[in-house]
């Protein structure tokens, strides 16, 4: 086996997966973590955060050995269930009998991922409270600094991949590379998270298998279920504005919020008051770059390369895709990594951008179009033409979350499902005939027509 | 008067004007710069670069009482010639009789700026070899390394400007703040400059009062005039591709190049091929970002806040026209640097994303457009229309660069322009009416009702 040393920035999520997938090869892999192990560490209040796990990521951790470990802490969500401000609910499927996303700890999924990657301790070093400083290109040297000593120390690297998050020290190196192009856009809603307690049983107070939504236009409340009878509960608001992080701070103003807007979960999170003022609020960023590669020594994965919002549960799925096809190509290319890394790197980032673009596109549709009837008949339609003929139709959402086309192919094939069924939706008296088969065979001619 | 520590980033274009605006008014000011003082260094060949000097820079000149000591290494431009492939020429004048733009040599403005700071010796300080390696934001001061001493050195500061650039070192800092939006985008262009030596005479090659362009679809050559009978030719050229830089490096290639798309230049500069071969090839890149301040006490200006393309000749108007209206606000609101930096850069910013814009949008007009007959007629529509009613219509041509508009406005009213002159280009018999009265009246009748 080869020599090579390769070394990981970052053991987050998409770090320790692809220790575990380079580690179970032979590969000697040396994971920098810049925090603390955080199997050791308490995570604070209001920053437990909640994965939606679907097809991408637990096709990964398959090829990794690792699903079956993971299904214990996974909680099925079948379909949305929206809650209006008369506490009416109504629902939304997410795909055909059986198809769900799952709702995971970030946490518990993440010190899972560190334990299998150090089972294979004569292969996987993971290396904690490592902060790199700087990145020597032409030396491929990192240049590390202990958090808890402060002392200073060099690693050289043959591989370095920078899994090192949306504030990526590898990428902020790569920045000053010329023809290196770079945003990171700041979206003008912040979050904040609410944990809601379980009842007096010990069990959960809402719907368990859901993903609970409560759309208001221009900002939503969102909650998904844990296993311990508790649902994170997260609220997506402007920073600035009449409804607002800025307006909203004393009680009255909680208070007048939750009334008026959130009624049915005054009962649900009696500390609603107290959470809100206490708990952290924090912003929300994408990151777009180009190329992820430097020569074939460096490549930039998961939210390195591609940090997204969450609103179609995609970030870490999209990681772990990384993952898992940079592995394969490497299978398929007898584990040349300069080569891997050129091929991956052009190939990969126009999928990193078209996933940032569909995180965008789907917060207008949690947050405001879930609540329109018209939206709401046309995914019926769609799933309808879905059923009829799985193969021709694959609804956005569905290509997205229970298949694997390519995020760039996907997001072309969704505007142009746009071009269809707006056509679709004017056709006189579609709101009584939408479930006919004149307007499912119209629906399946147009898709072989419209470009 | 105030005994406000003010320090400027750069010792650039703008942070040398920026020092003469704000030295004349009594303010202490110290400029730091990281390279040497140019005044005593050689510009390396093929790093000459022409500026085009437009109305907004010379109105800042004026308010600096500068102008009249530029004005002498100015040289006009009144019109476009574009030379085709069998060396025929054509013209489009940029403006109405006696509207011109300026050729103009960086490195010698620059010169004239810093010595103009300097005169004012009781007020501003130019420190050079000076790189900024921190800023301490809460505690106001700049870590300094001295790039031939290698000394350290902290400088507190008071108002800090970031006139350091497109790769500016105080940007770098803002953009680790929470919120910080930024985006750097390299085009897929490079450039490439070459040097027109004067005839045996000592006078131009070509005619001098006008920019010259060789429009070739995809790519473009442009030739600007200096002083001394030369001329400052620059490729614009992509990186990859069938033309490319890539594709063309020998002297076969060069030649090649040369005979079919630049006939006309062969004779002109003998030694072309050497001078491709030799001379650098740079590369293109545009910065976005919001916000362009640290509360009240760090404003961005320049290319730090706005690095533009430099098809439309706006970077160096833009930036001296962010000193001029910093200095004006100044002026309005009783010298309070805090209230003026919040207000600024929340009012200039959308200014300085739509000049980033109109700079690439201008690319394609020049490299493609100024060769489209039809594109031709229709600038020759709206020049009739201006001068029959200058002002209920302004091309936008005029608009960015004859007048001071907004950019943000000058693009929003631009595009309205596209709308209506779409129209106008569509009506049968265009090409032979085009300067009727009835054409001109639709156009102002449009005018009136297209939104």
Not at 13 to 39: C, F, H, I, N, Q
Not at 304 to 332: C, K, S, W
Not at 367 to 382: G, M, N, S, V
Request: with cysteine.
């Amino acid at each position: 086996m080869s020599q090579k040393r390769i070394v990981i920035a970052g053991a987050g999520l998409v770090g320790s997966l692809t220790a575990v997938l380079l580690g179970r090869k032979g590969y000697k892999v040396t994971v920098l973590e810049r925090r603390p192990d955080m199997r050791a560490v308490q995570i604070p209040a209001g920053r437990s955060i909640n994965l939606a796990m679907s097809d991408r990521g637990w096709r990964a951790l398959e090829k990794a050995g690792l699903a079956e470990e993971v299904r214990p802490i996974a909680i099925p969500m079948y379909k949305r269930t929206m809650h209006d401000e008369q506490k009416n609910l109504t629902y939304q499927p997410y795909g055909k009998d059986g198809e769900a996303i799952y709702s995971v700890s970030r946490g518990l999924l993440n010190k899972l991922l560190l334990s299998a990657a150090e089972r294979d301790k004569e292969d996987v070093e993971i290396l904690f409270d490592k902060r790199i400083t700087d990145v020597d290109l032409d030396a491929q040297v990192l240049h590390i600094r202990d958090e808890e000593t402060g002392q200073q120390q060099e690693i050289g690297y043959d591989i370095l991949l920078g899994a090192d998050g949306a504030y990526s020290a590898v990428r902020n190196r790569l920045m000053y590379n010329d023809r290196f192009s770079y945003s990171q856009t700041y979206i003008e809603h912040g979050y904040k998270e609410l944990h809601m307690p379980p009842g007096a049983d010990g069990k959960h107070l809402m719907e368990v298998e859901t993903l609970h939504i409560w759309p208001r236009g221009e900002y939503m409340m969102i909650a998904l279920p844990n296993p311990d009878g508790t649902f994170t509960c997260t609220l997506f608001f402007p920073w600035e504005g009449k409804e607002s992080f800025a307006s909203v701070q004393t009680d009255e103003e909680i208070d007048a919020l939750f009334r008026r807007r959130f009624p049915d979960l005054i009962d649900l999170i009696p500390d609603y008051r107290e959470q809100f003022r206490h708990n952290p609020t924090s912003s929300l960023m994408y990151v777009k770059c180009h190329p992820w590669n430097y020569k074939g020594n460096i490549l930039l994965l998961g939210d390195a390369a591609h940090a997204i919002v969450p609103f179609y549960g995609q970030g870490m799925n999209a990681g772990f895709e990384d993952a898992r096809i940079f592995t394969e190509m490497l299978e398929a290319n007898d584990w040349d990594f300069e080569k891997v890394i050129l091929a991956f790197a052009e190939i990969q980032y126009k999928n990193g951008h078209a996933v940032a673009d569909l995180a965008m596109r789907n917060f207008v549709e949690m947050r405001d179009l879930t609540a329109d009837p018209e939206f709401l008949l046309r995914k019926k339609i769609e799933r309808k033409v879905h059923e009829k003929s799985p193969s021709e139709w694959v609804p956005l959402y569905s290509m997205v979350t229970f298949r694997e086309t390519g995020y760039a192919e996907a997001w072309a094939e969704g505007l142009r499902q746009d071009r269809i069924m707006e056509q679709v939706m004017q056709l006189p008296g579609i709101h009584e005939n939408w479930d006919s088969d004149a307007v499912t065979d119209l629906v399946l001619s147009l898709n072989k027509t419209v470009k």
